[in-house]
């Protein structure tokens, strides 16, 4: 019955995966009615449903939101390992409901292999162990142990016995954000029981505790007659995965009565059986929390602190035990996947994820302009990198005093932006981005903590180098060029304005200043607004890799043109001749349409004017009997008069008011040129080149101006080159075909007269020929 009962709840976790996994939405009922039910609630139904339409509605919930959305790349792939995890919470569901004594047993073989095969797997000698689902929850039942411990009156006195000596918690600087404040409040100790140790400033790593200072503030408190009661050390610290010194923690915890807590991810390596000095020192803590769900790729495992105390009745005070045994059904899952990985397979997978550590280390040493920092470059399971280029060495010309105040803001921008492209592009990889006191931002590489969830691979990291090649001449280029692009748009001012923006990637940003003289702040304002959008329209559409936007989504205030990242052979003259240019067309644009609709006004009033003129004039030469309704089409009969009036033309061009007689005398405009004549523009870019990119084999001497110069070293026809100066001494050849130039200029007006006349001779035939006909 039991096997058979085991075999079915495998079973219908195995279908309910499936379902969930799968691409499956449609069911008997369609697919409309469960989108429409993913998405808006509804009643509780009254007949109740079966198991896989409920799956399906899960199904339908976990996908249907971000339909419209880019997939998520960072999903955890639920490997075999991962379904023997999952069927343990559904087994714990049902061996919950076994008879009392049953399950004692059962809970209590659990719970024990579990701790006996994590102490001797991690070198943790005669310890215990506690499963919590909050990874902090285990340090916080620790620190009541050893309130208990310290206190012997507490579980009898309560807080009261705290106040003759307040207990004192040591972290360090570098350790877990809010761990500290949240020991505190689930304690109920006020804040000033914390106690936050800087980390070394001259001699080790910046990331490691300052032991020396540690000891200073230690005979401090005991002087104002405080208790030391706890200190939490890392064996990997959140953010560069550095490891305090362990050995001499141990050491001044034991000379002061303390109690030694280690949590970290580089604890796993502790299961290689050759780690380092410096991670074999916390096998000597009296307790630490490991997560061999994220080390080993287990969904929803809890996490484990081992520690070591001697009175059971203390450790069942503090919580870390429980006589219920539902309580440890927590172990279930961990246990079924440690046995289902066994020792070789656990190895195998924390040894996986540190060679992927070495191979990007190596790997990366190779790449100019990318820095790393590592602890132990032999192994250190944490690689952290990042873009690094001296600013004021890369500019190009000109002074960089203040530019160079802002390096490292303008660095962490970058580096953001790097970490932001990398995660999109090899989310397999698994980094991320990490904001570090001394170092600035960087790019984090911590396969401990995300291969076996992403399933990460060498070939993961050669992608993720491949990757960097490309977008580090990228950075280079534009970090470079940041400041010749100031330089360059404080040139064209005050049409253009330069945006100091040092958290903007990108080659910065610039502002259109529109002449705008005589406006109040409102209107000048919406002015402003509307052309620097139409420009910033106008730039996307241009034919180039530069990408322009209106900047990060959140962090600045200030509204302008942003440029991102260029490559090295842009002209950045060139870039910010076009953007004034553009500019200042849409201002001029913009003015000419104003100017025309107050022209176009006053040619209203006076065509009204001249109309009531013409009225006037025709009611003189008529008469007022031709103006009686009845008398006047009498009179129009017998004797029809000929109306003066003569209708009125607006030319929007001359912006005048003209007479329609010369209209309808010819039938058309003819002889009316067109006042203005468009030019004609010519492409100074060479066939399949984009815009703003320099030709590869300009001179020097246009390089002085910009790219545009080698372009008119062979202008088309039609094309002015202005820039291009004309030659001294002309050959007569040239004379003679400019002779002959002139002399076909001359004839052509002459051929176009006798055109014309031989249209007028035929144009009277043509009548005549219409009025015999009729």
Known sequence: MVDSTFALVGKNLSEAMRILGDGQRETEAGPERWRFRACIPGPLQGEGQDVATVLHLVHNLLHDEDENKPSQPRMQNVGEQGHMALLGHSLAAYISVLDRERLRKLTTRILSDTTLWLCRLFSYENGSAYFHEDERDGLVKVCRLVINARYEEYSSEGYAVLSSKQPVIYQSASGRPGLGQHLCSQLGLPLSSLCTVPCNTIFGSQ????????????????????????????????????????????????????????????????????????????????????????????????????????????????????????????????????????????????????????????????????????????????????????????????????????????????????????????????????????????????????????????????????????????????????????????????????????????????????????????????????????????????????????????????????????????????????????????????RLLENMTEVVRKGILEAELQLQKANEEKLMEEGALRQLPLVGSVLNWFSPSKSSIKGRTFNLAAGSLDSTEGTYSSKAQAGRQSQQETPTSSSKKHPGQRLFRRSGGGSDSFSETSSIGQAEETPREGSSSPSVPPPSSPPEEDSHSAADAVAEETQEPAEEEEEEKKEEERQPEGQEAEQSGR
């Open 207 to 590: 990331h490691q505790m300052d032991v020396a200072l540690l000891d200073k503030l230690i005979k401090e408190d005991v002087e104002a007659g405080k208790l030391p009661l706890l200190l939490i050390a890392n064996a990997g610290t959140p953010g560069a995965g550095h490891t305090d010194k362990l050995s001499r923690l141990r050491d001044l915890c034991d000379q002061h009565s303390m109690w030694l807590h280690v949590e970290g991810v580089n604890l796993a390596t502790l299961a290689l059986g050759q780690a380092s000095s410096a991670i074999m020192a916390a096998t000597r803590s009296d307790s630490m929390t490991l997560t061999p769900g994220q080390w080993l790729g287990l969904p929803a495992v809890t996490a484990v602190t081992l520690y070591r105390h001697e009175d059971p009745a203390m450790s069942l005070a503090a919580g870390l035990t429980s006589s219920q045994p539902v309580a440890r059904l927590r172990a279930l899952p961990l246990w079924l996947s440690l046995q289902h990985l066994g020792h070789d397979g656990i190895v195998h997978k924390i040894r996986h994820a540190t060679a992927l550590s070495q191979h990007l280390l190596q790997r990366l040493k190779a790449l100019t302009s990318i820095k790393t920092s590592v602890e132990d470059e032999l192994s250190s399971p944490v690689v952290l990198f990042k873009f690094s280029q001296d600013m004021s060495a890369a500019s190009s010309g000109g002074s960089v005093e203040g530019f160079c105040a802002g390096e490292k803001e303008v660095l962490d921008a970058f580096n953001r932006w790097l970490g932001e492209q990398l995660v999109q592009w090899v989310p397999s990889s698994g980094v991320d981005v990490v904001e570090l006191e001394d170092e600035g931002t960087c790019v984090r590489f911590s396969p401990l903590l995300t291969a076996a969830v992403l399933g990460t691979q060498q070939e993961n990291t050669e992608e993720l180098v491949e990757k960097l090649s490309e977008l580090v001449p990228a950075m280079c280029s534009t970090m470079s060029l940041r400041q010749d692009f100031r330089e360059e748009v404080h040139r064209h001012s005050p049409s253009l304005t330069y945006r100091e923006q040092l958290s903007w990637p990108g080659l910065g940003a610039v502002w259109y200043e529109p002449q705008a003289e005589g406006m109040d702040e409102s209107r000048r304002e919406e002015v402003l607004q509307k052309i620097n959008s139409e420009l910033l329209n106008k730039l996307q559409e241009l034919d180039s890799d530069i990408i322009f936007s209106t900047g990060p989504e959140f962090g600045t205030e200030e509204e302008c043109i942003f440029v991102g990242m260029v490559t090295e052979d842009v002209d950045v003259s060139e870039l910010v001749d076009t953007v004034a240019a553009l500019g200042r067309d849409i201002e001029e644009s913009g």
